[in-house]
């Protein structure tokens, strides 16, 4: 793949955002990020329509890691208003990185960003001591995995 842009780091670029939230809310956060992950595929698919079923897939991954994660985290309702007062803003940074590439390119970003939410699920379940817990943030970091094998094998047929 040829001309790809540069990936940024999105947990340093989302890092202020994320932190915003009280350590309690942060995975519920990420789920929304996430959330907001699986509506990009769906926009994707209709740019795309060609690649529909494979990025109609991702979303249903990232649908399943928000449920999941949202799940494994429940926090009040005090804690959920301040995640989703948070979130419009770290959504919109996030899409910034996207929006001056043109929608392969922004699959390549996505399909990097994934890989690097896999690597977040992961240093949540190495902070965990039960199991059925990191077990679960196992899956989720599979998924991201996937969905990033996924859009990378689309792309190789498309780019190279």
Request: glycine content about 4%; overall charge negative.
């Amino acid at each position: 793949m040829s001309d790809l842009p540069e990936v940024p780091q999105f947990g340093a670029l989302l890092r202020g955002h994320i932190s915003s939230v009280p350590d309690e809310a942060r995975p519920v956060f990420l789920s929304g990020l996430e959330r907001s992950a699986a509506e990009r595929y769906r926009q994707w698919a209709e740019q795309l329509p060609e690649y529909a079923d494979e990025l109609l897939g991702c979303a249903r991954r990232e649908d399943e890691i928000a449920e999941l994660v949202a799940d494994l985290f429940p926090v009040s309702a005090e804690l959920q208003q301040q995640v989703d007062e948070a979130m419009p803003a770290a959504v919109a940074l996030y899409y910034e990185v996207f929006a001056p590439h043109p929608p392969l390119h922004q699959l390549y970003l996505q399909s990097e960003a994934e890989l690097q939410g896999a690597m977040a699920w992961v240093g949540m379940a190495e902070a965990v001591t039960d199991d059925a817990t990191r077990s679960t943030l196992e899956r989720c970091t599979a998924l991201e995995r996937e969905s990033s094998v996924v859009v990378k094998q689309l792309l190789d047929g498309v780019l190279t």
